[in-house]
């Protein structure tokens, strides 16, 4: 599975941002994560591909919403109300295992990577 990410791009804190990223083949769920300079990798977002069932962060919960278009095979994450520490380097990650139960929320439930895209809020 390849996956190919875009949308990052600087905006001003309060701003919104879309982020996409398109899968090339099926996978179970797909998620967002983020990296900021000298920190782990955190997860933001995932999306389980059959039902649509949902998972965020604390620190973004009713501010992004995850979705996803199963013709397009390619999810999306909607940012509102940017904030300078949302600022990042964004991943979209897929996790091709069928399983049962939610999605996971750490990196290694996740077996593909795609790229990632630079999200820069400023203040």
């Known amino acids: 599975v390849q996956l190919q990410a875009s949308g990052g791009g600087l905006v001003q804190a309060g701003g919104s941002l879309r982020l996409s990223c398109a899968a090339s083949?099926?996978?179970?769920?797909m998620g967002w994560f983020r990296q900021a300079p000298g920190k782990e990798r955190e997860f933001v977002a995932a999306?389980?591909?059959?039902?649509?069932?949902?998972r965020y962060s604390d620190s973004v919960k009713g501010r992004f919403t995850i979705s996803r278009d199963n013709a397009e095979n390619t999810v999306y994450l909607q940012m509102n109300s940017l904030k300078s520490e949302d600022t990042a380097v964004y991943y979209c990650?897929?996790?091709?295992?069928?399983?049962?139960?939610?999605?996971?929320?750490?990196?290694?439930?996740?077996?593909?990577w795609g790229q990632g895209t630079q999200v820069t809020v400023s203040s």
């Open positions: 990650a897929a996790d091709s295992r069928p399983r049962l139960g939610t999605v996971r929320t750490a990196t290694d439930g996740y077996d593909y």
């Open positions: 999306v389980r591909w059959s039902g649509g069932s949902t």
């Open positions: 083949g099926h996978t179970f769920a």
